[in-house]
């Protein structure tokens, strides 16, 4: 089983950062890519930025220029840097990552989410 714990989400006003974290684990051989999404009450769940395993990065048009996604293999985790937050950007982020296990299943895991809050 493979469990993803978010962090360092909270209340933060217009302009301000914040870094989200993300760490992996349990029965894990590798790590794929992984991303952070984020989600409103009653809609969908929109991507933010994704990182493969090598280091290419994406990122969602409202965010870039602003956040920044980076990974630490070694520690498997996952972090995202956001500078310049906007009210708009509240929201609940999750971490999202495609794995292997040390049996060889692949499979999806999504963190339980960190509530994001910027105020004007």
């Known amino acids: 089983q493979v469990q993803l714990v978010e962090s360092g989400g909270g209340l933060v006003q217009a302009g301000g950062s914040l870094r989200l974290s993300c760490a992996a684990s349990?029965?894990?051989?590798?790590?794929?890519?992984m991303g952070w999404y984020r989600q409103s009450p009653g809609k969908q769940r929109d991507l933010v930025a994704a990182?493969?395993?090598?280091?290419?990065?994406v990122y969602g048009d409202s965010v870039k220029g602003r956040f920044t996604i980076s990974r630490d293999n070694a520690k498997m985790t996952l972090y995202l840097q956001m500078n310049g937050l906007k009210p708009g950007d509240t929201d609940v982020y999750y971490c999202?990552?495609?794995?292997?296990?040390?049996?060889?299943?692949?499979?999806?895991?999504w963190g339980q989410g960190t509530q994001v809050t910027v105020s004007s």
């Open positions: 999202n990552a495609g794995f292997r296990t040390s049996s060889g299943a692949r499979g999806t895991s």
């Open positions: 349990g029965s894990i051989s590798s790590i794929n890519a």
């Open positions: 990182i493969t395993s090598g280091g290419n990065t």
